[in-house]
C-alpha cells in the first residue's frame, strides 16, 4: 500500500467530485494544520530508540477490535488508514456501505477522491469526523463531516479508539522496553482479555444504547411534530437547513477584480479559460480512453461556446464606454483598497457566524446541563452549608469543654454547705 499511494500521488490530481468538493482547499488545508496527524512529516515518536513507535487500530461502533497494524515511521502516515480500509472492506458483502469516523476523515476524503485512492470501494464510502474532535476543525468542514449533521452514522461517535486506547494505556511503560515478540504477545493477550469481557458485557451495552436512541428519537419527534416547529414541517426545516448549509459554505468574495463593474465579464473569462484547458487536457488522451471520454470532450466544447456566447453579450451589454472605464478601473489602487477592504469585511464576519453557531450547541448543551443538575446542586448547597455549620459548632464544643475541666482541676475542691432553711448542696 505504501509504494501504491507514493505512485498514485507523483500522478495529476483528479477533480473533487464528492463531499469534500463543497469544501474549498484553503478550509482543509486549515484542518491539515490544525491536527498533528494530518501532518506526515512531524516526528512523534524517535526511530532511533524504538523500531514500533505506535499502534493504528479499527474498531466496529460496539468498540471491538476488528484490525490492528504497528506504527514503524516517526508519524503518522495515511497508508496504515488505507490499509486497514482495504482489508475491511475485503471482507465484506459487495452491497455493504461503511460509515467511516476518524480524527482527520476530511483529509483521507480529499485524499481518495484526489489521487484515486481505493477506487473499487470509494462509492460504498462515508466519512465523518469523530464527535470529540469535529470542534478542532473549521465551522464549514464540521457542516459536512459532522457525524451529527449526516444520515446513516446515528449516535456513533467515532471515539472507540479513545477508549481502547484508555484501556492498554497500562502497558506503554512495560512495552517499552520489551522485545519485539513479548510486545506482540502481551497486545495480543491484552487485546483478546478486552475483547472477552466486552463480548460478556454486549447484552448490557447494546440495551442501554437502544433506549437511549429511542428516548432520543422520541423526544426529537415530539418537538419536530409539536409547538411552534410543529408548524413549520419537517420539509420546510430540511429545506431551510439545506440552504443554511449552502449559504455558510459559499466562498468569500475574492480579490477587488471581482467586484466591480465587470465582475461578470471577467468572471466568464476565466471560465472560458478553465474550459479551454479542459479541452486541451481531454484531446492529450490516448487512443484507448478516447471513446470513453468521447462525452467530457463534447461537454468541454458546449461549455467554451457559450461562454463566449455570455462573453459577447455581456461586452454588448456593458458598451463601448463602460468596457472602456472598466479596464481603466482595473488597476486602480484606491479601487483596490475598497475592494479588498470590503473583502476583509466579508472574511470577519463569516468568521464570527461560525464561532457562533459552533459555541451555539456547546453552550446550549451546557444550559440544559445546568438545568438538570440544578435541583442536585441545590441539595448538595444546603447539605454542605449545613455541614460547614455543624462543624464549626463541634470545632467550638471541644475548646469549651477542655477549658471547664481545666478550671474544675485547677479550682478549690468541693465543699458542702448547708443552706439556713433547706437541704445540704454542694458549692465549688
Known sequence: MEAEVETKRARPTRTRRRATARLDDSILDECEQSFTAAQEKVTKASKNYYADTGLIALLCRHDRVLYIVNVTTPGERQYYMLTLLH??????????????????SCQLARSIEKHGFLEEFAHRLMFGVSVFHAYG???????????RKRDGFGLSDGEGCERFW?????????????????????????????????????????????NEAKTRRDAAAARLDNGVIGAIGRTELAAQWDAQVNAQLTSLPRTYHRCFLGTYLTQLREEQKDARKKLKKVEKLTAAEASEAQAALDAAAEEIRKTEAAVENMRAELGARASQRWDELRGDAYLRARINARRLRAVIRASLQSH??????????????????????????????????????????????????????AGPPFQCTR??????????
Open 87 to 104: 482489508k475491511l472492506m475485503c471482507n465484506l458483502p459487495d452491497d455493504w456501505d461503511v460509515g467511516f469516523l476518524y480524527d482527520i
Open 166 to 210: 484508555s484501556s492498554i494505556r497500562r502497558l506503554i511503560a512495560g512495552l517499552r522496553v520489551s522485545g519485539f515478540y513479548r510486545r506482540l504477545y502481551v497486545l495480543d493477550y491484552q487485546i483478546d482479555a478486552i475483547q472477552m469481557r466486552g463480548r460478556w458485557n454486549l447484552g448490557t451495552w447494546l440495551f442501554k444504547r437502544h
Open 356 to 409: 457562533k453557531f459552533e459555541r451555539e450547541k456547546v453552550e446550549r448543551s451546557y444550559r440544559q446541563h445546568v438545568m438538570r443538575t440544578s435541583a442536585a446542586a441545590v441539595v448538595f448547597a444546603v447539605w454542605l452549608t449545613s455541614s460547614y455549620r455543624r462543624q464549626g459548632a463541634l470545632a467550638g464544643q471541644g475548646p469549651r469543654a477542655s477549658a471547664r475541666e481545666e478550671r474544675c482541676r
Open 419 to 428: 443552706r439556713p432553711d433547706g437541704p445540704a448542696r454542694q458549692a465549688g
Open 137 to 147: 476543525h473549521n465551522w464549514a468542514c464540521q457542516l459536512v463531516f459532522h457525524p
